[in-house]
C-alpha cells in the first residue's frame, strides 16, 4: 500500500491498524535540538483519546505514547523519530457480522475492489484511529513550530445546524465544553441535538475551523506547491473531511471584486491588511496575515439503525453496525485538523529556507 507518507523534507509515515497491536507515524526531517518528551506529544494524544464525554466512543485507550528513537536527552537527534501507541481495547468480535457485508459510508468496498480483500475489524488501515499517528506527528511540529513563534489552533465552529457566528467567537471558552466550541451557550445547544440523535440511533457532522499565527509571508510555491493546495490535501485525506475552504471561501463565489479584495496598507514600514478575506494565503503563498481554513467534518458513518447494504457476493442485505462509536466526530477530528495543519507547515518552512540566497547566506556564511 502507497500513500502513507506526506511531506517532503518534514516527512510523516503512519502505520498500524484499528485491531492490530498498535498504531504509530516516522517522523523524518525534523531537525536536531528541538526539545521534545513524551509529556509534548501525549498532551495532543489526550485531546483525541476516545471515552472523555458521552459524545465519544466508549473504547477505552490510553492512548500513551512511547518514543522509540530520533530523541536523546530530550532533544531531537536529527535522526528518524518512532512514535509507538499500543492498541489495549479491541473487540474484534464486534465486526464479525459485517465481515461479508459493506458497511455505508465506509471504504469497505472500494478497498475490497482495489485490494481484493479487506480487514474489517474496525476498518483496518481506514479507521479513524490512523488519526494517532498524524496528531503524534502534529504536536513534533507544533513545537518546532512555538520556537519560531508560530502557533496553530483549531476548534469547533459548528456541529450540525449549530453554528457560532463572528461575534461570538471566544477562544478562551474551547477549553471549556466537551464539543470544543468557542462559545459554551452554543456548546451546550449542540449537545442536547447530539443526545436526540443519540436516542434515534443516528449522528451528526460539523465544521473545524483552524488558525495559524505568526506565519511570514511568502510560504508555500506558486504552482503545484501552494500553501493552500497542500493544506488542503493534507487536511482533504483526514478520513472524515469532506470539503475544505479558505478565508471567505464558498462565499466569495456570491461576492464581488471590490467586496472580497483585501486593501494594503503600510504602517511603520509593516505591509498589512485591513481585512481578510482571503483567509491568509494569496498566489499560494502566505502574505502574513491569520491563516484561516475550515474542514467539513460529514455525520459518524458507522450508526446502530438497520441500512440497506450488499454483500460480498452482490446479494442485496441489511446491516447494523455493532461496536462504540462517536456520534459525531467532529471534536476528536479538532486536533487531527490542527496537527496536519501544523505539519504541512512545518514542511514548507523547512523547504523555504532555499527560497533565496539571502536565506543561504544566513545560514553558511
Not at 157 to 177: A, C, M, T, Y
Not at 319 to 335: F, L, S
Request: proline fraction near 4%.
Amino acid at each position: 500500500m502507497s500513500g502513507s507518507t506526506f511531506g517532503k523534507l518534514f516527512r510523516i509515515t503512519t502505520w498500524g491498524e484499528s485491531h492490530g497491536p498498535g498504531i504509530g507515524v516516522v517522523i523524518d526531517g525534523c531537525p536536531a535540538g528541538l526539545p521534545l518528551c513524551e509529556e509534548d506529544i501525549q498532551r495532543f494524544l489526550d485531546r483525541r483519546r476516545p471515552g472523555q464525554s458521552r459524545y465519544t466512543t466508549k473504547r477505552n485507550e490510553a492512548d500513551a505514547v512511547e518514543i522509540l528513537s530520533g530523541v536523546f536527552e530530550g532533544k531531537t537527534t536529527g535522526t528518524p523519530i518512532s512514535l509507538l501507541v499500543r492498541n489495549q481495547d479491541q473487540r474484534s468480535r464486534d465486526y464479525g457480522n459485517i465481515a461479508s457485508l459493506f458497511r455505508p459510508g465506509h471504504a469497505d468496498y472500494p478497498f475490497t475492489e482495489k485490494y481484493g480483500f479487506r480487514d474489517y475489524r474496525g476498518g483496518g488501515r481506514s479507521s479513524g484511529r490512523e488519526t494517532i499517528g498524524r496528531v503524534a506527528a502534529g504536536a513534533v511540529a507544533a513545537k518546532m513550530l512555538e520556537e519560531l513563534g508560530i502557533t496553530v489552533r483549531a476548534y469547533t465552529r459548528s456541529i450540525g445546524p449549530f453554528h457560532i457566528p463572528d461575534e461570538k467567537v471566544d477562544l478562551s471558552q474551547v477549553g471549556k465544553n466537551s464539543l470544543y466550541m468557542p462559545d459554551c451557550a452554543t456548546a451546550e445547544k449542540a449537545g442536547e441535538y447530539i443526545a436526540s440523535l443519540m436516542a434515534e440511533k443516528d449522528s451528526c457532522g460539523g465544521i473545524v475551523e483552524c488558525i495559524a499565527d505568526g506565519l511570514p509571508a511568502g510560504l508555500g510555491e506558486t504552482v503545484f506547491d501552494k500553501l493552500d493546495a497542500l493544506l488542503a490535501q493534507a487536511v482533504m485525506s483526514i478520513g472524515a473531511v469532506k470539503g475544505v475552504e479558505f478565508g471567505d471561501g464558498f462565499a466569495a463565489a456570491a461576492s464581488t471584486g471590490s467586496q472580497n479584495n483585501d486593501p494594503f496598507f503600510s504602517e511603520d514600514g509593516v505591509i498589512s491588511k485591513k481585512s481578510n478575506h482571503a483567509g491568509g494565503v494569496l498566489g499560494g503563498m502566505s502574505d502574513g496575515s491569520r491563516l484561516v481554513l475550515r474542514a467539513a467534518v460529514k455525520p459518524t458513518s458507522s450508526i446502530a439503525r438497520t441500512q440497506q447494504t450488499v454483500s460480498v457476493t452482490g446479494d442485496n442485505s441489511e446491516i447494523t453496525v455493532h461496536g462504540r462509536h462517536d456520534p459525531v466526530i467532529v471534536p476528536r477530528a479538532v486536533v487531527v485538523v490542527e496537527s496536519m495543519t501544523a505539519v504541512t507547515i512545518a514542511d514548507l518552512l523547512l523547504q523555504n529556507m532555499t527560497a533565496n540566497m539571502d536565506h543561504v547566506r544566513k545560514v553558511y556564511l
